[in-house]
C-alpha cells in the first residue's frame, strides 16, 4: 500500500502544451521530493520542498507543497519531448529519520 | 565521482531458483535501500541499512528473500526461490545519513522470472 496517490496514472500531451501532475495522501509529511525516471535508468531527484506552501521553480518546472503538507503539485510549461518519462513524488514523514515513500507515478509522454 | 553501481542488469532466471543482486553505494554514504519497483509504478522500499545495521526490513518478504551489508559498504539483495510475482526492477540507492535529503539511485536489475 503506497501512502501517495498520484494523478493522472497516465499523460499523453503534445510539445508547447502545459500540464499538471498530482501528489495526494491523507498523511502529513515533513517534506516532500519529486523524482524524474526514464525507461531503463533509476530515478532522479529534481526537487525537495519541506514547509507547507513552498513554491519551487526549476526552468520550465513549477513544484507547490501545500499548506497541509499533505500534497504536492508539478506543473510544467510549455513541454518539451524531452520531459518525456516516469515522474514520482516520495513524501517523508516525521520521526522516520527522511524514510522517504513514493507515490503510484504518473507517466508523461510529449509528442513532438 | 561514480554513482551507484548495480549489477547484474538484467537477469532471467527459471523459478524455484535463486537470483541475487549486488549495489555498490557512492562512496561516503552510510545509509543504503533497496526497493522494488514494478512497471509504471513507483518504488516499494525492501530493506534500508545505516551502515551495517538493517535498521528497516518491515517490508522484506523473509521467507525467501535476504540481504546483507556486512562490512558497511557494498550490499547483497537474494531472492530463494523466485517466484512469478517477483519480476520486477530492483533498485539500489544511497544517502549520506539518515535525515539527509535526496537519495542517489542506481540503474537497477530487471529480473524477469519465467
Known amino acids: 500500500t503506497q501512502l501517495l496517490e498520484q494523478s493522472p496514472q497516465f499523460l499523453s500531451i503534445q510539445e508547447g502544451e502545459n500540464l499538471t501532475v498530482y501528489c495526494n495522501s491523507s498523511?502529513?509529511?515533513?517534506?516532500l521530493q519529486w523524482y524524474r525516471q526514464e525507461p531503463g535508468e533509476g530515478p532522479v531527484l529534481l526537487v525537495t520542498v519541506v514547509t507547507g506552501g513552498e513554491v519551487k521553480k526549476l526552468k520550465r518546472l513549477t513544484f507547490q507543497f501545500g499548506d497541509a503538507r499533505k500534497d504536492s503539485s508539478l506543473h510544467i510549461t510549455a513541454a518539451q519531448p524531452g520531459d518525456t518519462g516516469l515522474y514520482l513524488c516520495a513524501g517523508a514523514r516525521a520521526g522516520t529519520g527522511n524514510q522517504f515513500y513514493f507515490g503510484t507515478g504518473t507517466s508523461l509522454t510529449v509528442i513532438p | 565521482e561514480a554513482g551507484v553501481v548495480q549489477s547484474p542488469r538484467y537477469k532471467i532466471i527459471e523459478k524455484k531458483q535463486p537470483v541475487a543482486f549486488w549495489c555498490n553505494p557512492i562512496s561516503g554514504h552510510n545509509t543504503l535501500y533497496w526497493y522494488r519497483q514494478n512497471l509504471g509504478q513507483g518504488p516499494e522500499l525492501l530493506i534500508r541499512y545505516e551502515n551495517e545495521e538493517a535498521v528497516d526490513d518491515s517490508q522484506l518478504p523473509k521467507d525467501r528473500f535476504s540481504a546483507e551489508r556486512l562490512k558497511g559498504v557494498d550490499s547483497t539483495l537474494k531472492i530463494q526461490p523466485a517466484e512469478l510475482g517477483d519480476s520486477a526492477v530492483y533498485l539500489c540507492a544511497s544517502s549520506p545519513r539518515t535525515g539527509s535529503y535526496g537519495y542517489t539511485f542506481g540503474s537497477g536489475t530487471r529480473l524477469t522470472v519465467v
Open positions: 498523511s502529513v509529511f515533513s517534506s
